[in-house]
């Protein structure tokens, strides 16, 4: 397929681009349609007082903003300079938000000028508060709300969409907003701060992310009563009527957007995202972050704490607290690298223990509450409640939490495991902060600094008898925006769950014997655009192989055809070159 039938497979209205171009490099990429002060006006656009004095007169917009002309840089400085003055992270990440509304490219320089300061204001755990707290700040519409309203005419409403060549949508319906449960509309936080990051980790362009809002309701009682509530103020949607409403919006989704536009489920409630995920997989462009890409990162985490550790992924004995999306399918994908390793599934099963709100997952559990899911995985075991014991009683080698319940690795069971080993792994994977098992400086402390340790939300180093720890992060974003970006440009049409795997081993390969000798188990923050695009070389490489690109002719060189599709955020001249150069 050459670029223009891709172009019509897309769907788009506007053939005019194959992959994400955006603009060859030195000429403009600005509509000769619209006003000059549609430049101020519009965030793709504007460069504030960073146009020119050419650009100012040929715009006509000379006098509206005062003499100084600033470069880009001064510009970042000038953001920063407000950006530290705020003490508050939910103020910090409200002039970001609105920094983005006003000079978009500004916004993702400034993401760019450190990263790991900058998620944690964009993402979690700032944007759980942004989420708790979306009603009182809303103030731009960033994406698209779907309400159950729009029933039978969803692709009507999508076609309200500005942008006509979308190619990857952040949808999540806000029933499981992180570890805060039913946050209903308000969960608008989620797509949003994924897709910057899309843009920021892996330069997809931002006109090309949709992020939606599925408002079907909320089950959540004061979010209902909440005068400022943004959403529909009814029970949440369940049962068929919700399925063919999901249905309606996926095929809606395909003829407006084409069948390889990336549909990426976020945060949605356990039962329904398991389900969805199975039905959706195999016929649409669609994976699930919580599980799938969750899983990734996880086990990324796993194989390098692996590295430090010397052994084999074999040998090894994961317990799970929890067993919901997080743990469900952080142990579906050890599973299969288990079997990679050259385990029969049988002896690979043996291998990993979970833990759910009604004790160990065992083969008949008078407490039942096993879904087909956790079946999978239960041992044939006597019932123990508590974690406590279970971990007394199966010796984990890897300890992962997963449950949202802050505290829940306490002393004891730290304690306990670092007495079966000499060098335990401890994932406190549960977001916000205050919901982790515990935090870096209590593993380290009552494993007497012996542990590895990796959290989902951020934690400073900690010193411990002198030497510096540093904690992993088990992000999300090392793998979700680097797996997006090779499914786009080999034009993939669905999202095998290898993908995922392939995109560990990557990760878990690009961190250096220095990452790990400091404990760090990622490669630091800074380096996560390179991260991205080594995944994306992967996973295109992956979808060549299988049969799975639609892109053709197949690109000789991944990487230098990635680095040409990404989303250049230092502004484009407003005029041609050529023409400056006559007047
Ligand atoms: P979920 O709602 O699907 O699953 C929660 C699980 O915890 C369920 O199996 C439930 O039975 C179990 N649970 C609840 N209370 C328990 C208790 N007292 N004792 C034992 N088990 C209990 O939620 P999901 O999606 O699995 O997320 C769980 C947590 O993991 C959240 O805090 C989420 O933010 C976090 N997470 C972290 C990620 C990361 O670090 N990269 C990515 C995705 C999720």
Redesign the pocket.
């Known amino acids: 397929m050459d670029c223009k039938e891709f172009a019509k497979l897309n769907g788009s209205d506007d053939e005019r681009d194959c992959i994400g171009l955006h603009g060859t490099a030195g000429e403009s990429d600005v509509p000769s349609k619209i006003s000059g002060l549609e430049h101020l006006k519009n965030k793709k656009y504007n460069k504030g007082l960073a146009f020119c004095l050419e650009e100012r007169q040929l715009l006509g917009i000379h006098g509206l903003l005062p003499a100084v002309v600033k470069t880009e840089e001064e510009q970042v400085t000038h953001s920063l300079i407000l950006l530290n003055r705020l003490e508050n992270n939910l103020d910090k990440y409200m002039y970001l938000s609105d920094l983005a509304e006003r000079n978009e490219r500004l916004f993702y320089k400034v993401l760019a000028s450190d990263v790991s300061k900058m998620m944690p204001i964009v993402y979690t755990p700032t944007v759980g508060l942004a989420c708790q707290n979306f009603s009182k700040i809303f103030t731009h519409p960033k994406g698209m709300y779907i309400t159950l309203n729009d029933s039978g005419h969803i692709y009507d409403v999508l076609k309200n969409w500005p942008e006509t060549d979308v190619r990857a949508i952040v949808v999540t319906d806000g029933e499981?907003i992180?570890?805060l449960g039913d946050l209903g509309a308000n969960g608008m936080g989620i797509p949003v701060g994924k897709l910057s990051l899309y843009t920021a980790l892996a330069g997809i362009k931002p006109s090309q992310c949709l992020p939606i809002t599925l408002d079907v309701g909320t089950n959540n009682q004061s979010l209902r009563d909440d005068l400022l509530y943004v959403g529909l103020r009814r029970n949440r949607l369940s049962g068929v009527v919700y399925d063919e409403f999901i249905d309606e919006f996926m095929h809606a989704v395909v003829r407006r957007f084409g069948q390889n536009c990336l549909i990426q489920f976020e945060d949605f409630?356990?039962a329904n995202?398991f389900r969805l995920l199975a039905k959706y997989r195999d016929n649409f462009c669609t994976f699930n972050d919580?599980i799938q890409?969750?899983a990734s990162?996880?086990l990324a985490g796993i194989l390098s704490s692996l590295k430090i550790k010397d052994t084999a992924l074999k040998e090894n004995t994961i317990l799970f607290?929890?067993?919901?999306?997080?743990?469900l399918g952080i142990a579906g994908l050890c599973l299969m690298a288990l079997i990679d390793n050259g385990l029969t599934e049988e002896e690979a099963k043996k291998r990993i223990w979970m833990?759910?709100?009604k004790g160990l997952i065992v083969v008949d559990r008078p407490k039942g509450g096993l879904t087909s899911h956790k079946l999978r995985f239960a041992q044939n075991h006597e019932p123990i409640d508590c974690?406590a014991e279970v971990v007394k009683a199966v010796k984990p080698t890897v300890l992962i939490g997963?449950?949202?319940?802050g505290g829940?690795f306490t002393q004891d069971i730290l304690e306990s495991m670092a007495l079966y080993n000499d060098i335990p792994i401890i994932f406190a994977?549960?977001?916000?902060t205050d919901?982790a098992e515990c935090t870096a400086e209590e593993a380290y402390t009552h494993t007497k600094g012996t542990c590895i340790f990796a959290?989902?939300s951020p934690f400073q180093p900690v010193e411990y008898n002198g030497k510096l720890l540093h904690p992993g992060q088990?992000?999300?974003s090392y793998i979700f925006p680097g797996v997006a970006l090779g499914v786009i440009c080999a034009g993939m049409l669905t999202i095998p769950e290898e993908i995922f795997l392939i995109a560990a081993e990557k990760l878990a390969s690009l961190c250096t014997p220095s990452d790990l000798a400091k404990g760090s188990l990622y490669p630091p923050l800074h380096k996560i655009t390179k991260c991205s695009v080594e995944i994306a070389i992967s996973v295109m490489d992956y979808a060549y192989k299988n049969g799975l690109a639609t892109v053709r002719p197949e690109p000789a060189d991944k990487a230098k055809f990635i680095r040409a599709q990404m989303y250049n955020p230092n502004y484009q001249p407003t005029f041609p070159k050529t023409w400056l150069q006559k007047l």
């Open positions: 499981r992180l570890g409630g356990n995202a919580d890409g969750t990162v996880a607290f929890g067993a919901g999306e997080a743990a833990v759910d709100s974690l997963a449950a949202a319940v829940a994977l549960s977001n916000p919901k959290s989902g088990g992000n999300n």
